[in-house]
């Protein structure tokens, strides 16, 4: 009789980042609530105990995820920076339509990282990843922000407009059929910032 082989302790260096993955499949797939250190061990072919030498808990896990998401975020809005001219507004609608390719390419991500849940914000990577995307966001809004005003009374303006968008657009809440007339592209509603931004009103 054939037995399957008995999972081992990987030593490679390879596991955490195998965990992740095995971790964004099952928040995909499942939602937040059915994350599984057990399950992630089993898709990455070791044993249950093997996960603990990584993560501690089902939080480790999570905020490790939402760390991979905080970079997918950066990456994409650092993506349209390059591409995008050094005029101010235009560097300004370029992070506003990379938050929404990341909206709109990691829809389980975007939700989960700003679902609200505790992360443990004193891991390396959270803190690195999380904190590089409000730079972002901040050095952008940066031209814009009038003397006397406080810069983030600028960036929750910015920032809120985009992420209602995008939550608004991936919810599918755009289809309201109590919605008059159709549901404006982005661009549309950036020129009316824009303008908003130049005059300070």
Known sequence: MMTSPTPRRRRDGTLRNDLVDAGVTLLRERGPDGLSLRECAAMAGVSHAAPSYHFKNIAGLATAIAA????????????RLDAASTAPQDRLNAICHGYLDFASEHPHLFLFIFSGQAFNEEDDDFSRHSTAAYAI???TCGPFVPAGTAPEDIEILVWSLVHGYAHLTMTRKKDNPELVGSWPPLDALLKHLNKAL???G
Do not use: Q
């Open 137 to 139: 966001l901040r050095d």
């Open 198 to 200: 130049e005059t300070g």
């Open 68 to 79: 991979r998401g905080f970079k997918l975020f950066c990456d994409a809005m650092t993506t």
